[in-house]
Structure formats: C-alpha cells, structure tokens
C-alpha cells in the first residue's frame, strides 16, 4: 500500500527512492516524513505558501472557532438523528430506523471523547516537543509531508498541527457516536447483539464509520472542492485566492443542505423511494432508498426548525442581522455599540451585543434568520431586495475562509474601486495571525491605513501602513480612524477583558454606549452621514481636486467633532424633539454643512493649501 501510495503520489519518484523510502518505513518511521519531503522536492513557493497559511491559521480565535464549529456539527447530527426516528414513521413503508438511536449516538461521542483525549494529549505532545509528522497512508502524501522539513517546518506548522490535533479528538468522539448508532440500529435496538458489533464491526461499518468521521469535521472530499485543488495545484498563484478550500466548502454545502433548499434534493430522494414502492422493489432496495429519504430530510428540517425559532427570536429583538443597506447609517449604528449579527441580551440595563457569525456550522441559518426579521425594517422599497439578496451572499460568502474569493471577486469587478485595498490586504496579510490579534488586544482604536498619495503611487504606502498596523505597539503610530462624526473609532471590547477577548476569542462582545443618541438619531432619520472625502475640490477648477495632507484632512473632522459635540445637548433640547424628523434631518445636516465650509475656509487660508493648489491647477493646464 506504501509503495503504490508512493509511486501514484510522488512524480519521477527512482525504484532506488522507493527502496529506501520503504526501508526508512520499517527501521526508522519517526524519520519517515522528512524523508518523503525530500522525495516530493518542494520548490521555493511551496515553502512561501506553507509558511504563509499556517501564518494565516496562528491566530487563538481561529482554533476557538474551529471547536466551537466542531462540537456544534455533533449536536446538529443529534438533531437529525432524532429528527431521522420521526420522518421514518411518517414516510410510511419498511420501518428502518430503530428508537434510542439518539441516545446510543450520545453515549457514543461521550465514550469515544474519553478515549479520544489520550490520542489528543499525545498529539499536543509532539506539538510542543517538535515531534516528526505521523504518516497516515489513507491520506495524500503532499499532504501530510507539507513543504517545508526537518524542525524548522514542524515549528512553522504548529497551527496547522494544532487544529489537525482538534480534528483528530473530534474523529474519534464523531466515530464512536457514528458507530453505536449504526451497530444499534444493525441490531434492531437488541442491546447485546449491538455491544457484539461494537467490539467487532464488520467491514461495512467500519466504511460507514471512517466516513463519518470525515464528514463530521467538515474533510470528506467531495468533486468540486478536488477539482479546485488540482487547479491549484497546477497554477500556484491560486493559493492566494483560495488558500483553503475543502473545509469551507463542505461548510458551505452543508449549511445549503440545512436550509429550505435542502427539501429539494429530500424530495427528490423522496420521490425515488416511492416510486420503488410503486415498482415492487425488493426490500433492500426500498430500505435502502428510504435510509437516503429520511437522511436528505432530516438535514432540512432540522434547519428549518432552527430557522424559524431564531426569525421569532430576532423578531423579538434577541438578534441582530446586517444592519442597514446603507455603508453610513451601518456605521454610525455601530458607535452606539451595536454589532451585525449579534445575539442581543440585556445586562445591568444595557443591551450586549454577542456576535454569532464564527459559530459554524449554524452561523449562516443564525444570519439568515436575522435578516428576514430585519428586511422589514428597511425604510426605502430598493433596499427590500437589495437586504435580501445581500443577506444571501453575505451568509454564504463573507466567511473568513472564504474572503480570499470575495475580496478577489470584488477587485476583479471593480479594480479601480478596490486594488489599493485588496492589494494592501494580501500584503498584509504576511504578518501571522497571531501577531496582528495581538496588536488589536493591546490597541483598542481603529488605526487609519488609508494612503496619502492618489493612485497607483498610494498603493506602496497603504500596504506599508497596513503592515505597521498589525504589529504591536508600532500600530500606535498611525493616526486613529474617525467616523462621519469626527469620533475616534474603538474595537470591541473594554478594558482588560476586553483586549484578551481580542485576542482569544472569535466573537467578542460589546455593550451598548452611553451618549451616543446622536448616532441612534441619524439612523432613525436616515440621515447618512460620511467621513469628508480626503480628495478636496478647487473652487472655480471645474472639479479638479487635491489631495489633502493628515494636518489639513483633521481640519475637516475637528469641525464634525466639533459639531457633534454641541448637538448632543441639542438634540434633547423640547424644541428639537418636537421638530419632525424631516426638519431634524435637515437641521442635522445644516449644522454639518455649515461647519465644514467653515473648516474649507480656513484651508484656503493656509499658504501650503493654496500653493499646491496652484500647482495642481497648473500641471492640469
């Protein structure tokens, strides 16, 4: 099995390789895994990519997520299991399924967590003491080998080894559960019967099993996902586009799978169970077809069922979806301290907002039952369907996993629109994880890694500043990014708790802000309200700008500071509440307006404006 692993695996791989490969097999397997990197011959971009990605797996909240997502899929295949035992009644036909299946599959996932913690203590183990790679033979080679040897790639690999560590624990708890469920149901509910199966399972089962386990961490391979990696394979470049693809998309089919277009393919299967009753099938073959009916529906059902549980909970005001369509109103809805896709409780008075959307793999039904509560809300009938399909692709598509092919889409459609961030993004992204959550726990503010210079010419600078702003300390150096009110903008989370959430957890919650009326008001008036553009419009130039400098664009923003400050006292003035929400709105922007034309005329004041001014008036001439 090893040499035909090796000879089907490995190209150009000499019988003189093949003969010391399985030599090393045998005398020394510790040193197995290193030797067969050597074979591979990994070139100098396949060590850049590895390094790369476990860069972009360092992070504590990426392994947080993976748990959660981990020991979620269990509990869903509870549901479904139990949901399986009622379909079987109500379908008619053959019984197939037997009662305390449930329960067998819950004894079985506790038992094999308990056995499964051994193999989790050793794996940590070999983490922490650099131990050599294990080689599995059912698994690709490239794989396991990975690109980078000796000491110095299994320490590069500590994040990807950490979350194999956690599958691993999750393959044996999901495999036991899988098992006892299966020998029960084999058993027709005889208790010894199924303890016989248990501790001797036949061939069948133990397919049926390893499958599970697979299935149940979201690492089953499935035809689009392997014609993706070949592709890949093949043109390296895509590795930054899709630098994972197999787990996200299982994630991304099984999510589909639980949502009311799961009936459709549970119909179908439906359907051809029916038709072989019709036919006179032999029993094997109806049991057979009403085991995949019953499968294909319970996956939907159980969804369903969540989804309409969370509508009515986000009807109630328990979550939160997207938010408004409007990129403005979104924003100044987040100084208040709301967060999107949020579950809201009520704490000392205050409501707290506890992000949901990392908690896969029911995160996306979360979502799109919290938009379906929102759509309603939506104060312009254009933005009914634009929150409807946005709640789409927002709940299929904006997952860390899969911003790789998101932000890639946005900038092939709009690359004026989108290079300099998409560019500074990847760029970005070479400093690990791990750091960057670091940066964030111990600076709480927004740092501002937008460009001075316009152009392409800005693009070397925001991937400069967007670097620095992941690095601790140094991320202080940037100036804070302000709101369309001129207010500083600060992450989630406060004070010391506040940053270690940052930095461990996935989701981190944040409370509602005291004295931020003003920002609740222009949502509730749709009065959008942006930063200025740092792109200043010559008067009499037909519309040639300038770019303005840092002192001179916190010109613009001390005066909207300014102005928001007086209007918090305002707004709560008798004569202003009793105003309409038109005469708010428009008094509101008044204010704004007034003081940023102030604010331009003290720029035209200054000398340095008004020389490069003349500058850019005359390089257009």
């Known amino acids: 099995a090893f040499l035909r692993a090796m000879f089907r695996q490995i190209p150009d791989l000499t019988e003189g390789q093949a003969s010391s490969l399985v030599r090393i097999m045998r005398e020394d397997p510790g040193s197995l895994a290193d030797a067969l990197h050597t074979a591979l011959n990994p070139s100098r971009a396949d060590k850049l990519i590895e390094l790369w990605k476990n860069g972009l797996l360092s992070g504590v909240p990426t392994h947080v997520a993976n748990t959660i997502g981990n020991v979620g899929e269990q509990i869903l295949r509870l549901g479904e299991t139990a949901t399986g035992g009622v379909l079987d009644k109500l379908l008619g036909g053959p019984s197939i399924r037997v009662g305390g299946e449930t329960r067998m599959e819950l004894a079985g996932g506790l038992k094999g967590a308990a056995k499964a913690l051994t193999r989790l203590g050793q794996d940590l183990h070999d983490i922490v003491t650099l131990a050599p790679d294990k080689i599995d033979l059912s698994q690709p080679i490239e794989h396991q080998t990975r690109a980078i040897g000796g000491k110095t790639g299994r320490a590069v690999r500590i994040p990807m080894r950490f979350l194999q560590a956690g599958d691993n624990f999750m393959k044996g708890s999901g495999g036991e559960a899988e098992l006892y469920k299966l020998a029960w149901r084999q058993a027709k509910g005889d208790k010894a019967a199924a303890l016989r199966l248990i501790?001797?399972?036949?061939?069948?089962?133990?397919?049926?099993?390893?499958?599970?386990?697979?299935?149940?961490?979201?690492?089953?391979?499935?035809?689009?996902?392997?014609?993706?990696?070949?592709?890949?394979?093949?043109?390296?470049?895509?590795?930054?586009?899709?630098?994972?693809?197999?787990?996200?998309?299982?994630?991304?089919?099984?999510?589909?799978?639980?949502?009311?277009?799961?009936?459709?393919?549970?119909?179908?299967?439906?359907?051809?169970?029916?038709?072989?009753?019709?036919?006179?099938?032999?029993?094997?073959?109806?049991?057979?077809?009403?085991?995949?009916?019953?499968?294909?529906?319970?996956?939907?059902?159980?969804?369903?069922?969540?989804?309409?549980?969370?509508?009515?909970?986000?009807?109630?005001?328990?979550?939160?979806?997207?938010?408004?369509?409007?990129?403005?109103?979104?924003?100044?809805?987040?100084?208040?301290?709301?967060?999107?896709?949020?579950?809201?409780?009520?704490?000392?008075?205050?409501?707290?907002?506890?992000?949901?959307?990392?908690?896969?793999?029911?995160?996306?039904?979360?979502?799109?039952?919290?938009?379906?509560?929102?759509i309603s809300k939506e104060k312009k009938e254009g933005d009914l369907f634009n929150k409807a399909l946005g709640s789409v692709m927002q709940n299929l598509t904006s997952k860390t996993y899969l911003r790789g092919l998101a932000d890639a889409a946005a900038f092939v459609n709009d690359p004026q629109r989108f290079a300099s961030t998409y560019i500074s993004g990847l760029a970005g992204s070479v400093v690990p994880n791990i750091v960057r959550k670091a940066a964030q726990a111990i600076d709480p503010t927004v740092r501002d890694t937008r460009h001075q210079k316009g152009g392409i010419a800005g693009v070397p600078e925001r991937i400069g500043k967007t670097i620095l702003a992941g690095v601790p300390l140094a991320s202080t150096l940037l100036p804070a990014r302000r709101s369309g009110t001129g207010e500083v903008i600060e992450r989630s989370g406060e004070g010391a708790l506040g940053g270690l959430a940052r930095f461990v957890s996935p989701s981190v919650p944040s409370s509602e802000r005291a004295g931020r009326e003003l920002e609740a008001l222009l949502v509730d008036i749709d009065a959008g309200l942006g930063a200025p553009s740092r792109d200043f419009a010559i008067p009499g130039s037909k519309g040639r700008k300038v770019r303005l400098e840092p002192q001179e664009y916190d010109i613009l923003q001390d005066a909207d500071k300014k102005t928001t400050e007086r209007l918090r006292g305002l707004i709560k003035t008798p004569g202003f509440e009793k105003m309409t929400p038109e005469r708010q709105r428009e008094y509101i922007r008044h204010a704004y307006d007034e003081a940023r034309s102030a604010a331009r005329r003290r720029l035209y004041s200054m000398p340095a404006f008004r020389r490069r001014a003349r500058t850019t008036l005359e390089a257009g001439a």
């Open 199 to 374: 501790e001797n399972p036949d061939k069948a089962l133990l397919y049926q099993v390893a499958k599970s386990r697979q299935e149940r961490t979201y690492q089953d391979p499935n035809e689009w996902a392997q014609n993706l990696v070949n592709l890949r394979s093949r043109h390296k470049w895509l590795h930054v586009v899709a630098p994972f693809i197999q787990t996200p998309s299982n994630i991304l089919r099984i999510s589909v799978q639980r949502s009311p277009v799961g009936f459709v393919d549970g119909v179908r299967a439906w359907r051809r169970f029916r038709a072989a009753m019709a036919e006179g099938a032999d029993t094997e073959t109806i049991a057979r077809l009403k085991g995949e009916a019953v499968d294909k529906l319970a996956r939907p059902v159980v969804g369903t069922v969540l989804l309409g549980t969370f509508y009515a909970l986000a009807k109630a005001g328990g979550m939160t979806g997207s938010g408004p369509v409007d990129d403005r109103q979104r924003n100044l809805l987040r100084e208040t301290g709301w967060q999107p896709y949020s579950f809201v409780v009520e704490v000392g008075g205050k409501k707290v907002y506890v992000p949901f959307n990392r908690f896969e793999p029911a995160s996306s039904l979360f979502g799109f039952a919290a938009d379906a509560a929102e």
